[in-house]
């Protein structure tokens, strides 16, 4: 299955790119797709104790299951205002 | 209604808006972009969202600060991308019968949204570099 990745913010710099789409086996949770992100780009292993994940705008857990099409989001601490 | 802009906050227009005939008061919060953070001399402020997660945060919690304060109306408005020195980053308006329950939800609300909005703060420094404004975990 193919799910869309978007990287904000330090995890954007880090990945050095906001957005990007990864090729995953059929069953894979979110800490699958967080492996391959960090085998892909080492640099986001530091940020992921700070991360909060979405998977299409909800924010779920690294064991939520993903479906082809989800947009998993990688959202580090907020600073708004 | 939320609104995320990247043009300057209409003040004039928020605040106009606001005015009720059922309302005695309208509590009004302006953040504003700050030249100094933790004695580094800040030169540029930047903002960056999860704009359709943010929006839906965002008019969450309008909504819940009707639920929570006995208020009649609750505006915010928070801009992205570069924000000037001195300019407002974020608005947020409540409008109520009277004023302490429009101080109370205008306070929770901005509280709130620092630790619930995904929405990100950069800034630059005077003496060179830059950072992202240490945050809050969003928790689910």
Not at chain 2, 15 to 29: E, H, K, L, M, N
Not at chain 2, 38 to 52: D, G
Not at chain 2, 82 to 100: F, Q
């Amino acid at each position: 299955m193919t799910i869309t990745v978007l990287l904000f913010a330090q995890a954007r710099e880090h990945a050095g790119r906001a957005r990007l789409t990864l090729e995953l086996p059929e069953g894979s949770r979110v800490a699958d797709a967080i492996a391959v992100l960090e085998r892909d780009h080492p640099a986001l292993a530091s940020l992921r104790p700070h991360l909060a994940l979405a998977v299409d705008q909800r924010l779920v857990r690294a064991d939520a299951s993903l479906a082809h099409g989800a947009e998993l989001a990688l959202l580090p601490p907020v600073s708004g205002g | 209604m939320a609104e995320l802009t990247r043009d300057p906050i209409p003040i004039d227009r928020l605040v106009a808006a606001s005015a009720r005939p059922d309302c005695g008061a309208i509590a009004v919060f302006f953040g504003t972009t700050r030249d100094h953070h933790e004695n580094r001399r800040v030169t540029r402020l930047s903002y960056e969202a999860y704009e359709p997660m943010a929006l839906v945060a965002l008019e969450g919690l309008e909504r819940a600060v009707l639920a929570r304060f006995d208020v009649s109306a609750c505006r915010i408005v928070h801009r992205l991308g570069d924000v000037p020195l001195a300019e407002p980053s974020v608005a947020v308006t409540v409008s109520a019968a009277h004023r302490g329950p429009a101080f109370d939800a205008c306070r929770w609300a901005m509280d709130e949204l620092k630790r619930t909005v995904p929405i990100w703060k950069k800034e630059s420094y005077a003496e060179g570099g830059e950072g992202w404004v240490e945050g809050t975990r969003l928790e689910g």
